[in-house]
């Protein structure tokens, strides 16, 4: 039980165009999701956190207007990079939480 | 949350017991100790946590000192595909996660 899925596993896009990533919980319903960004040989550093049927909470230095997050349902959370730039490559990381955060495969982002 | 401090790295031959210790001497009365592991490329996996007493489970054995300020986390025969960084986590139940460096643990073969 208790997996997580994303959705693309990696995309490849151009600069100045928006990317959507979903996040679901497949056996499980959560009402807290989380989105994570990690760059090469670093650790994991948490965006926001995603409450189904309210506003995310973002961390703060992450752009709000840029990093748009979507908790529609109790078990799809949607990351969407609006006008994606080169520096947003990186693997976005989604976890779903229900007491234990479990978390997803990763998304892998190359914005050319 | 509380700080945890764990090694930088760790080397386990194949086959023996990977023990790997995480300082938490701040942790308050009502935080859990939580062990998950990212494999290269992967999203973390959750391992093991425990509150007070030491747990054990099909991957792992989490050991709690009795004053809570430390941890070990135990993989009792290491093979190859536990090559890994571990993230020791300190949190209230529902809290957000914020991982530190973890350990990076290399199984020689």
């Known amino acids: 039980g208790a997996v997580v899925s994303q959705h693309p596993s990696w995309v490849i896009c151009k600069s100045g165009t928006s990317v959507k990533i979903e996040c679901r919980s497949l056996d499980f319903q959560a009402t807290t999701m989380f989105w994570y960004r990690q760059f090469p040989k670093q650790s994991l550093m948490l965006m926001a956190t995603?409450?189904?049927?309210?506003?995310?909470?973002?961390e703060q230095g992450v752009e709000k207007d840029k990093f748009l997050i979507n908790h529609a349902s109790l078990t799809l959370s949607t990351l969407t990079v609006t006008s994606a730039h080169p520096e947003d490559s990186s693997f976005y990381i989604c976890?779903?939480?229900?007491?234990?955060?479990?978390f997803g495969p990763g998304t892998r982002l190359l914005v050319l | 949350d509380a700080k945890t401090t764990q090694p930088t790295s760790m080397d386990c031959a194949e086959g023996r017991a990977a023990n790997l210790p995480c300082n938490h001497s701040?942790?308050?009365?009502?935080?859990?100790v939580y062990w998950y592991r990212q494999i290269h490329s992967q999203g973390p996996q959750y391992i093991i946590h425990?509150?007070?007493n030491n747990e054990t489970n099909e991957m792992a054995s989490l050991i709690i000192t009795e004053d809570r300020k430390s941890s070990t986390l135990i993989l009792p025969h290491a093979t190859l595909r536990d090559t890994a960084v571990y993230y020791c986590i300190v949190r209230n139940r529902d809290d957000k996660i914020i991982f530190g460096k973890g350990t990076r643990l290399h199984i020689l073969p």
């Open positions: 995603s409450n189904e049927g309210s506003k995310a909470t973002y």
């Open positions: 425990g509150l007070k």
């Open positions: 976890s779903a939480l229900v007491g234990t955060q479990y």
């Open positions: 701040t942790i308050s009365g009502n935080e859990y």
